[in-house]
């Protein structure tokens, strides 16, 4: 039988559960950060909203030279179809933990709340530190980190240190540390020409063919192979579109599309001109580009305090073994933070149900993910 939780009665689910009762679908932050904000500001931290276009955006810190972030997000993808449970209730079913958005990631931020209740508790120093916050991370990503990022800039007052809460986890909370990801860009080109009967066609005047040849040369584009510890470029077909089919006409517009996700060793402009120089002079083409996300990848300089040192003894005390370093996956906006020089380091729950129907992680790697921001925030 599912078990609702009572808040009341279980102390480190209580911010866990405030955050999934509230239905947060990007960019609707549905009263997430005022919550927030409100037990932050108990906890001695002030408070500055800063919304953008709309989107709700949290700056919340406590006096002192800044010297670490945490960085997250509020709002979620939509819960879908098939939940065995109600996806904005905080159910518990043998031994795990339901919700939209509990391990991407209320759960990283009530763990972190939670964290920073008790290592204050304990008597830790903990000026300085930052709760950043954004409801626009799973949408577009315009308006929310970047605008955070750009501003405590501007500021002088972004700290050394970032700790994004994704669920970067495979098994266990903290097994695995995202110290970089790939870039990402999906592109758009279409392809114009004149429509013909294929009785009198020859095959190269059939835009079709040609798009598909295209296509396979595109594929076939050598990139960059990355590094040992960053993947290399990849390029992948999306779509092939030609609008309405007649068994015996071809088509005078073809659009193909393609997403790439790209290593630190290139960039956006480099990749439209290469793919711009293979395009035939022949053919008429636009290419056009969508969702850029740039990578990044934080270097640790041994001559100076090491971010990754701390981080990594957390997580020994807390899970026994030293952590995977890993650049793997999609995009996250701690490439908002690294492009301003921070030091970027993403730790979070278990990742295996994201975006999925059911999302869910186990009860203990939640308290687990807990003890291990007590530690990192006692060790400051």
């Known amino acids: 039988m599912p078990l609702l939780v009572a808040a009341q009665c279980q102390s480190e689910l209580a911010h866990l559960q405030a955050l999934i009762d509230r239905p947060s679908i990007t960019p609707n932050d549905a009263g997430c950060q005022p919550y927030i904000a409100a037990q932050l500001s108990r906890l001695g931290f002030e408070i500055l909203h800063l919304p953008s276009q709309g989107v709700a955006n949290l700056i919340a810190w ?33 031994g795990e933990l339901f919700g939209r958005g509990i391990a991407d990631m209320k759960g990283g931020i009530a763990a972190f709340l939670t964290a920073i209740e008790r290592a204050l508790d304990q008597g830790a ?27 405590l800039a501007r500021q002088g007052k972004l700290p050394p240190w970032v700790l994004v809460g994704e669920p970067t986890a495979r098994r266990m909370s903290g097994d695995t540390l995202r110290v970089g990801r790939r870039g990402a860009i999906s592109g758009e080109l279409i392809l114009s020409g004149k429509a013909g009967h294929v009785a009198y066609l020859q095959s190269r005047e059939n835009l079709l063919h040609r798009a598909m040849m295209l296509g396979a040369e595109l594929c076939a584009l050598p990139w960059d192979q990355g590094a040992p510890d960053f993947p290399g470029t990849a390029f992948h077909l999306t779509g092939l579109e030609h609008g309405q089919w007649l068994d015996n006409v071809t088509p005078g517009k073809v659009t193909l599309r393609f997403n790439l996700r790209y290593s630190h060793h290139t960039n956006a402009e480099l990749i439209d001109q290469r793919i711009r120089a293979l395009m035939p002079a022949d053919l008429v083409g636009e290419l056009s580009w969508s969702r850029p996300c740039e990578p990044y990848f934080s270097s640790f300089d041994e001559q100076q305090p090491n971010f990754l040192t701390v981080v990594e003894k957390a997580v020994f005390a807390g899970l026994g073994q030293f952590p995977v370093l890993s650049t793997a996956g999609g995009s996250s906006d701690g490439r908002f933070f690294r492009a301003h020089g921070a030091q970027v380091i993403e730790l979070g729950l278990p990742n295996a149900t994201i975006h999925q129907a059911n999302e869910r992680v186990s009860k203990a790697e939640y308290l687990r993910l807990i003890a291990i921001y007590e530690t990192l925030l006692l060790s400051l």
């Open 62 to 94: 406590r006096p002192g030279t800044p010297r670490l972030a945490f960085c997250g997000h509020t709002d979620v993808v939509p819960a879908g179809l098939h939940w065995q449970v109600d996806p904005f209730t905080l159910t518990e079913v043998g």
């Open 125 to 151: 120093n903990l000026d300085g530190l930052m709760v950043l916050l954004t409801a626009d991370e799973e949408g577009e990503a315009e308006h929310g980190s970047r605008v955070i990022a750009e501003f």
